[in-house]
């Protein structure tokens, strides 16, 4: 039997999981809402505002009057202009407007102010009379009010510094701003002149020091000519002129080298002599044999005797006397020459080594002697490169002593000139301050009344989203979506504001008011719910809420007499143990069965008191069945989660196209989730009036870790809110019935 429930595993996706993430913004609807909803509040401030600002600018032009002078100094460049040279300086825009900065911090620091407040004709002013308590406590507040309300700001854009003075009195304003004036330039005069009087006398100290040390370098160079003995010494500093002493040391190093590269050359000839004296005869040592006289004595002998014993052997034979003597004379002979050829050879040999070897001796003397020269030129060369390192820096100190001597002189000649200049101080007065005509910017109409009008409105708009976004309830379709991110199967409005539903049972609503808006409402959700799935796929559902009293026990019996209204059977079944409901709604005939056969309901089920049929009653409303809860068990969600329970959803499924359980509330007790893994759908019941976005959440999060198919959710109680769906939907359907009633009765 149970088999006919569909599986777990065959069950669509939470549809929580399936939604975009939640997001906090609003749309461009909501926002006129809210404005619409808050109207007479915003209007209301934005008049308190105008009224604030009239009164306030009232207020200022009596009690608080202010005026400001202001006039400008000139600020010429930040540079000692030559007065020696005709022409202008381009300095960058930021330097000049840094140089503009400092004058005018200079006209605000403290000590300039307390210089300010020393002048005669700023104690005659009321202004500084003004102050109160004693003499120090009266100065403090005289600097700390010139301070904030004595400006100096340089522009940018221009060569000017302004200064500028707000008091209550347009006269006083233009006094203390000319005192000022007259102070500052004054001031910046003297201490310029000052200034240039000080580094005149620095610079005439530093010039007698450094022709003290001119002399003292000429005195150098005098000493090193002494010391060295070189007279042409200043000629040997420059790059182009080469000493004696150095031209001799060049040429005794040159002849070393050459000298050096003959000694290798004849150390590798002895080598080879060496060689060769102990190996074959060379083609020099065979042409000085082939010259020796006795060499050539016994070729001449050899070849005559060759000539004879040619005739001899074609005349006598090869054992004839004579021929065997000639042989052993050619014989002879050719042994003495071989060992002339021996001798010569050697005799050539030795006489060449020994004539090498000498020679390399002179050349290694001739070296040494080079080598003696050579050093003995070198350490002249030394002490001339001495006494050059020592003239040439004795010369570099004296040279730049000179041209810093001449600069000196230079500058002294233009301080003299700059001291008497009038324009040393860099700043020029371009003239007086004349008194204001008008009040300060601050103290305009045209100004308080639109700011008092615009604080006042933007105060308005401020509130009225504060006390909308203040309100965490779950009251519209849109925080559904936003929050929740469960499907919206049905907006429930609030009973109260729908005529036809005001003086009936919330839970028989669709029955006895079925013309309705709330009716309608409860017969769109019925459709959604049918649509949300595949056909036939939701016929066992859970009604639940997180909270008691969210309005979960009216929408499970509306939706049942929905589903009958349709031609279907249902069966609502009250699993709330714990406060259960459907036995006042759905009272119970009287009959003549026992009286304990109306206490059977759901809990004797699942106890094996009585069978499912048994349990099953009748609600006074054609093809709708009710299971009552029965007497409270000790362990309900034990018995919900039972094998039994399940077996009586699967029995049922027989009888009924609908099975509607009105569950507990699933944030209170752990009965709903017990019941959310049996049914094929859970559907959540959330109060506009009295459930937060939490424990929404938190009602949805709670089903969706037992796995429960969360198939919608119902927004129960929704109030219509000015420009909102359901003032709108309140409207359209009264005129739309109004209408139908008409065409009904001309009919």
């Not at 006039?71 to 202008?88: A, F, K, N, R, S």
């Not at 026990?553 to 459907?582: E, G, H």
Request: overall charge positive; charged content about 25%.
């Amino acid at each position: 039997m149970a088999q006919e429930r569909p599986a777990a595993s065959n069950r669509r996706p939470r549809s929580a999981g399936q939604g975009p993430a939640a997001t906090s913004s609003l749309a461009p609807r909501e926002v006129f809402g809210i404005l619409r909803r808050h109207m007479l509040l915003m209007i209301f401030l934005t008049l308190l505002g105008l009224g604030a600002g009239g009164g306030t600018w009232k207020l200022l032009q009596i009690k608080f009057p202010r005026y400001t002078a202001r006039t400008y100094i000139q600020v010429l460049p930040p540079v000692e202009i030559d007065p020696m040279t005709i022409g202008t300086i381009q300095l960058q825009r930021d330097v000049l407007y840094g140089h503009r900065q400092s004058i005018a911090s200079l006209i605000k620091q403290q000590s300039t102010m307390e210089d300010l407040l020393k002048r005669d004709n700023v104690k005659e002013t009321q202004w500084y009379e003004g102050f109160r308590g004693g003499p120090a406590r009266k100065d403090r507040n005289r600097v700390k009010y010139l301070k904030k309300h004595f400006g100096a700001y340089a522009h940018r854009d221009s060569e000017f510094v302004e200064i500028s003075m707000s008091c209550g009195s347009a006269r006083e304003a233009a006094d203390v701003v000319n005192e000022m004036l007259v102070l500052f330039l004054a001031s910046r005069g003297v201490s310029e002149q000052r200034e240039i009087s000080d580094r005149l006398t620095q610079l005439d100290r530093r010039r007698q020091d450094i022709q003290a040390e001119v002399d003292a370098g000429e005195r150098a160079l005098d000493d090193v000519r002494a010391a060295y003995d070189l007279t042409d010494i200043e000629r040997s500093v420059g790059r182009n002129f080469q000493h004696t002493i150095t031209l001799r040391l060049n040429s005794l190093e040159l002849q070393k080298d050459e000298l050096d590269l003959v000694i290798k050359q004849f150390q590798a000839d002895i080598g080879n002599l060496e060689e060769l004296a102990r190996g074959p005869i060379t083609e020099q040592i065979a042409a000085v044999i082939e010259g020796d006289a006795i060499m050539t004595s016994l070729a001449q002998q050899l070849a005559f005797q060759e000539a004879e014993l040619s005739g001899k052997l074609s005349k006598f034979g090869d054992d004839h006397r004579d021929v065997r003597r000639i042989r052993g004379s050619i014989e002879k002979a050719r042994k003495e020459r071989e060992l002339r050829k021996a001798e010569i050879a050697e005799l050539t040999r030795r006489a060449n080594l020994m004539n090498a070897q000498d020679t390399l001796i002179v050349l290694q003397k001739r070296f040494e002697q080079l080598e003696e020269s050579r050093q003995e030129a070198e350490a002249k060369k030394k002490q001339l490169d001495l006494a050059r390192v020592q003239y040439d820096k004795a010369l570099k100190i004296r040279d730049e002593r000179l041209a810093r001597l001449d600069s000196i002189k230079e500058q002294i000649e233009k301080l003299k000139i700059m001291h008497d200049d009038p324009k040393t101080p860099k700043v020029l007065a371009v003239g007086q301050a004349r008194q204001p005509l008008e009040m300060v910017f601050s103290r305009q109409w045209w100004l308080w009344f639109p700011s008092g009008t615009v604080l006042g409105m933007l105060l308005g708009v401020g509130l009225a989203f504060l006390v909308e976004l203040a309100n965490d309830l779950v009251r519209t379709p849109s925080a559904v979506a936003r929050y929740v991110r469960v499907p919206l199967l049905g907006v429930i409005p609030n009973a109260s504001e729908d005529r036809q539903a005001r003086r009936v049972d919330l839970a028989h609503v669709v029955r006895q008011a079925p013309y309705s808006v709330v009716s309608e409402s409860y017969r769109r959700c019925r459709t959604n719910l049918k649509l949300s799935g595949p056909a036939g796929a939701s016929r066992t559902l859970l009604v639940t809420s997180g909270m008691t009293g969210d309005g979960k026990t009216s929408v499970a019996s509306n939706l049942a007499a929905t589903f009958v209204a349709s031609d279907k059977k249902v069966l609502l079944i009250d699993a709330n143990f714990r406060k259960p409901n459907l036995h006042t709604l759905f009272p119970r005939e009287e009959t003549g069965d026992s009286a304990e056969r109306f206490d059977f309901g759901l809990s004797s089920v699942l106890t094996h008191q009585c069978s499912s049929g048994e349990a099953v009653r009748s609600s006074g409303v054609e093809g709708l069945g009710i299971i009552d809860c029965g007497p409270a068990p000790a362990n309900p969600a034990e018995l919900l989660g039972s094998a039994r329970m399940e077996s009586l959803l699967a029995e049922q499924r027989r009888n009924y196209d609908y099975i509607i359980i009105d569950g507990p509330p699933s944030l209170l007790v752990s009965d709903a989730k017990v019941l959310a893994a049996l049914v094929d759908a859970t559907v959540l019941v959330f109060n506009a009036t009295a459930t937060s976005r939490g424990a929404a959440q938190r009602t949805v999060r709670e089903l969706e870790q037992v796995d429960a198919t969360i198939i919608g959710c119902v927004l129960f109680a929704a109030r219509s809110m000015k420009g909102g769906y359901f003032q709108e939907q309140f409207k359209s359907y009264r005129r739309y019935h109004k209408k139908a009633r008409l065409a009904g009765s001309a009919a």
